[in-house]
């Protein structure tokens, strides 16, 4: 392999080697002094870039603008708080919906790493992004998350009506079966 053909962080250490093999091949030296170049530490993935190009991000947003279907209107909202706020991925998973202040148009962030929380002013376009996705994808009870009130949520299943904690509301919204889970069984153990 020549200089030049191969990518350019290991280039240098190749020419280097190819130059000081020379002596060697030809019989100027007895030594071969190409095994002492130590070349640079090459990682499997670090081609892959860090972060998208400006262009790239609105080409991404323009392809799934276009897509209608709910994983199409959930990938929306979530590359639009992404490339908007520059959140981190964590910080737009652990997003719920009691985070956005609708009335003061402000976005409540947990952040991950050093745990604090920061007010952001809730922009037109994300704002947007996420309520067609709360409206149009989501089941229709998570609508009713705005109007929980005292920690309490009601919601009528024919004639029974269900209470729900928040946290049982949300292990509902991410797909837990609240009807399989039971409380530990009560255990008495007598000292033999």
């Not at 002596?23 to 892959?48: C, F, K, N, Q």
């Not at 639009?80 to 991925?89: D, E, G, K, Q």
């Not at 409540?108 to 947007?128: D, F, I, Q």
């Not at 299943?157 to 009560?186: C, F, N, Y």
């Given at each position: 392999?020549?200089c030049?053909v ?12 190819d ?26 993935h ?37 490339s ?22 402000v976005?409540?962030v947990?952040?991950t ?19 067609r ?7 229709p ?9 005292a ?40 000292h033999?």
């Amino acid at each position: 392999m020549g200089c030049g053909v191969i990518p350019s962080k290991i280039e240098p250490s190749v020419c280097l080697r190819d130059f000081l093999c020379y002596p060697w091949r030809t019989g100027r030296t007895a030594i071969d002094l190409a095994g002492t170049v130590i070349g640079p530490r090459i990682y499997e993935h670090e081609g892959i870039p860090v972060a998208l190009r400006t262009e790239e991000v609105r080409r991404v947003l323009e392809v799934t603008r276009k897509d209608l279907s709910p994983v199409g209107l959930r990938d929306y909202a979530i590359l639009t708080l992404l490339s908007t706020y520059r959140l981190r991925a964590a910080e737009v998973v652990n997003l719920r919906l009691e985070n956005i202040d609708w009335r003061r148009d402000v976005l409540r962030v947990r952040h991950t790493k050093t745990g604090t929380y920061s007010e952001l002013p809730l922009l037109r376009e994300p704002g947007e992004a996420v309520l067609r996705y709360v409206e149009k994808a989501r089941p229709p009870f998570w609508l009713m998350l705005r109007r929980l009130e005292a920690d309490r949520f009601v919601w009528s299943r024919g004639e029974a009506v269900l209470e729900l904690s928040v946290e049982q509301l949300h292990w509902l919204l991410e797909g837990i079966d609240l009807q399989a889970m039971r409380g530990h069984p009560v255990r008495y153990y007598e000292h033999v």
